[in-house]
Nanobody
Framework: VQVMESGGGLVQAGESLRLSCEISGISINAAGWYRQPPEKERELVAT???????NYLDSVKGRFTISRDDAKNTVYLQMNSLKPEDTAVYYC???????????????WGQGTQVTVSS
């Protein structure tokens, strides 16, 4: 199983980025994007289940959109109106839901760096 994130970069506040995550070797059940800001704990940013129902971290609601393309086994994270506090390494995972809780099963590759300047 391979998880490959891409699409990060350096942008100014207010701009947009679209992250992509290709998961090969398995069919995606649920998926989630995490991020780890500098010197902070990793946090779950967004999840999407098999029916494409989504959930978001409160601080990104209305700005980020997670989506999936099952034909390409790819998950996306569209990030709009970026803020300096969104600066982090973003990681993609494939996983599953047990009840309302998301559990990652694959991922924790190198991630992709997103840097937002003010």
């Amino acid at each position: 199983v391979q998880v490959m994130e891409s699409g990060g970069g350096l942008v100014q506040a207010g701009e947009s980025l679209r992250l992509s995550c290709e998961i090969s070797g398995i069919s995606i059940n649920a998926a989630g994007w995490y991020r780890q800001p500098p010197e902070k704990e990793r946090e779950l940013v967004a999840t999407i289940d098999r029916a494409s129902r989504t959930n978001y971290l409160d601080s990104v609601k209305g700005r980020f959109t997670i989506s999936r393309d099952d034909a390409k086994n790819t998950v996306y994270l569209q990030m709009n109106s970026l803020k300096p506090e969104d600066t982090a390494v973003y990681y993609c995972t494939g996983g599953s839901f047990i009840g309302i809780h998301y559990y990652p099963n694959v991922g924790w590759g190198q991630g992709t760096q997103v840097t937002v300047s003010s």
